[in-house]
Every structure is written in C-alpha cells, then in structure tokens.
C-alpha cells in the first residue's frame, strides 16, 4: 500500500452470479465513505471472469458489515 492510502481499504461489491465479494479496484477512507459520490462503474469479476456494472448501493468497505 502507497503511503497516501495508509488508513484506506478497498471497496468491494459482490458478484451477482456466486455472491462472492469482489474488489471494485478503488479504496476509500471509512471516515469520508458516506460523503464520496461514486456513480456507475463497471468491474471485471476475478470469480466468473465477466464484467458487472455496480453503483455505491451495491458497494460496501473490506471488512465491514456488507463483507
């Protein structure tokens, strides 16, 4: 981890076809998670190899309660 994402972890969302969690390729600050805007985006899924589009609804933070 680079210096300026000490104290970041990565926001994950789930692949719709297993459940698994998956990482989205972003880390956030869990103090300023709720106040970060995120649209639309799209995640190539490490589990069934297709691509799922996700939103903030559907993201939670590693090891939080959506983990």
Same mark, same amino acid.
């Given at each position: +981890? $680079? ?8 926001? +994950? ?5 297993? *459940?698994?969690?998956?990482?989205? *390729?972003?880390?956030? &600050?869990?103090?300023?998670? &709720?106040?970060?805007?995120? *649209? ?10 297709? $691509? ?5 609804? &559907? ?6 309660? *959506?983990?």
């Amino acid at each position: +981890m $680079t210096h300026r994402n000490v104290g970041k972890v990565r926001v +994950m969302t789930r692949c719709p076809a297993s *459940g698994e969690p998956i990482p989205t *390729g972003l880390v956030a &600050d869990p103090k300023t998670w &709720d106040a970060r805007p995120i *649209g639309l985006n799209r995640v190539s899924c490490s589990v069934c190899k297709q $691509t799922h589009a996700w939103s903030k609804k &559907d993201a939670f933070l590693e090891g939080s309660a *959506g983990s």
